[in-house]
């Protein structure tokens, strides 16, 4: 791998937000009370010096701004108030502009307007689509759009593609960008050379990770890691229910009350509004360390999760009583909602981390491995040369 300078590196950089390094005097605080640093791992300084040093490349190979998972300590020890904690967060949202080949990611951290602005085309787009299939498709005349009782039962052919369609977006892109994060961490930015057979082995860190996010747990805030968890469940739930199970929201009557669907729903829903408004109040009363400098975006993605998960409960109470019209239009309501979040947010906003967090880990686990076959090879070739 080459290791250009880049003199520009720090002033891109810091178009993604707050990259203190003035203050900072190198006195090695921060990565001595990191408790994710390792000899393998070790930040947040080394990655801050790659930057200063304008080394681009070896930057675009770091994984340890996904390890950081974003306590603040560092933050707080800082003799310097340098806020080595917003850096790595400044970082990866950088590194998630290099990944993404598209350059959405990198327009939506940059610009309110383009963040904003994109949730909003796909909202009204969601919408158009609806008036269109309802005109085109049911022929219904548009005056009739606000008499005519219908049930929820006839979208559900459409909307059953629709939904797949939606959800076969984001994910195209989430793998796509995977691949480009091996290719500059792993396949360009290795060092040693990894044995196939590693990467099978190994998934099992990967499985670990994206299910239990156990990383979390080595932060001194215990609490965080439960809370995390449980909101990540709840999204994941819903996903899942929206992926392989949505026949079941979509049939004209409601299941009954012992049907355990209903009380993963209810559980998952009652996991995302708690999740999303201890994330909230959190940042609002700035709380902790991590929730001191919150940026636009850090609002704006528990605020979208609450509004998809009450939105999703108003229209259940609503379908629950009988009121088919009202209900028609909570569930429109909640489609532009939900629809910009699994289109915008997911792939090029902050949920991404969702995919690169684990991906990190797994990555990092089999460089470990294969750094350690490497030094075991060599010392049994000095012992027999
Ligand atoms: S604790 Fe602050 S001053 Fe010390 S090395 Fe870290 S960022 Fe720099
Ligand atoms: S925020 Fe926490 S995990 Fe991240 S570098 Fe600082 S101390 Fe380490």
Request: net charge positive.
């Amino acid at each position: 791998m080459k290791n250009r300078r880049d003199s520009t590196l720090l002033a891109e950089i810091r178009k993604f937000g707050l990259f203190d390094t003035n203050a900072c005097y190198q006195c090695g605080s921060c990565t001595l009370i990191c408790e994710l640093t390792n000899s393998a791992a070790s930040f947040p300084r080394k990655i801050i010096r790659y930057v200063l040093l304008g080394l681009k490349d070896l930057l675009h190979s770091c994984l340890e701004p996904w390890i950081c998972h974003d306590c603040g300590d560092c933050s707080s020890i800082c003799p310097r108030e340098s806020e080595p904690r917003e850096s790595m967060a400044t970082l990866r949202r950088y590194l998630s502009a290099q990944y993404d080949w598209t350059g959405i990611s990198s327009k939506l951290s940059r610009s309110k307007i383009w963040y904003i602005g994109s949730l909003s085309v796909v909202g009204a787009l969601v919408l158009l689509l609806v008036v269109l299939y309802h005109s085109y498709v049911v022929n219904l005349p548009l005056s009739y759009f606000i008499s005519t009782s219908m049930g929820l039962e006839h979208m559900y052919g459409t909307i059953k593609y629709f939904t797949l369609g939606v959800i076969f977006i984001p994910l195209f892109f989430l793998i796509s960008f995977a691949f480009r994060m091996f290719w500059l961490t792993i396949y360009r930015g290795s060092h040693v050379k990894i044995p196939l057979h590693l990467y099978i082995t190994e998934v099992k860190t990967y499985v670990l990770h994206s299910v239990t996010h156990k990383k979390l747990s080595e932060c001194p805030e215990k609490i965080r890691w439960p809370i995390h968890w449980l909101l990540a469940f709840g999204c994941t739930i819903i996903l899942v229910f929206l992926i392989f199970f949505l026949r079941w929201f979509q049939t004209d009557n409601i299941y009954p009350v012992y049907y355990p669907q209903r009380w993963m729903g209810y559980l998952a829903t009652i996991f995302i509004v708690f999740g999303s408004m201890n994330i909230l109040f959190g940042r609002i009363k700035k709380r902790e360390e991590i929730y001191k400098s919150s940026k636009f975006e850090d609002f704006i993605f528990p605020i979208f999760l609450l509004l998809t998960a009450v939105s999703g409960i108003v229209v259940h109470i609503s379908r629950y009583l009988g009121f088919e019209i009202i209900s028609h239009y909570l569930y429109v309501l909640h489609l532009v909602i939900v629809i910009p979040v699994l289109v915008v947010e997911i792939p090029f906003g902050k949920w991404s981390h969702m995919l690169y967090r684990p991906l990190a880990i797994y990555f990092q686990a089999v460089k470990e491995k294969a750094m350690q076959q490497q030094s075991h090879e060599e010392a049994i070739f000095e012992q027999t040369a």
